[in-house]
């Protein structure tokens, strides 16, 4: 069976390879000759070898699951983990089951569920990306976003308009933290033993700073179409 390096990895359970190749920039969506994703693949492995893989990231798969710390090499905490990175849990392969449809567990599936992004209302397949004006409800897909919509699938509200929604991926949210860090190291040296009133006005201006950084950080954003 053709598979790329990835889905490889994943199936052999080798976390420390599965996490260099997805560093390296491999894609996490790509399939095999059953249209199998690395998560389909990872559900089904009971556990993963450690190896150099990023335990940290796990420990927070794990927390977000509300399982034990001693759980962070199973296939679930593995698949929330290659979900973070973009993998996506609506995919169907050939047999037409998504990778929850695997998880035999009705409350790991649950818990599962809970993590994931809303799934497209229309094709069941992908992610929604689409949100509705005035209510705001996410419903469908980009590919489905063409369909003419009078009403919102949900609360059955009239819609006036439509707009994408972006989610940053977790690599750019870890950039983001990274260079507003290194800003606030060269802030700090630059200060030198100022006076008490020069202390106030550039305290005040960090945390003014501060607070701009932390509300982009993980910030929606809305891309009207033209």
Known sequence: MERTPLLEAVSQGHLGMTHLLITLGANVNAVDGEGNSCLHLAVEREV???EDAPLDLLNECCTALN?????RLSGIVIARYLASQGADFHHKNNNNNTPLDLIKDPNLRRKLET??????????????TTKVHPCEHLLTCEE???VALKRCLRCLKPVTSRGRVEAPKFEDRCVQTEAICQELGAASQAIEAPKFEDRCVQTEAI???LGAASQAIGEYKIIVPN
């Open 144 to 146: 489905c976003s063409n």
């Open 207 to 209: 945390c003014q700073e």
């Open 115 to 128: 993590c994931l992004p809303p799934q497209c209302l229309l094709c069941r397949n992908k992610e929604a």
């Open 67 to 71: 399982l034990k710390i001693e759980e």
């Open 48 to 50: 993963f070898d450690s």
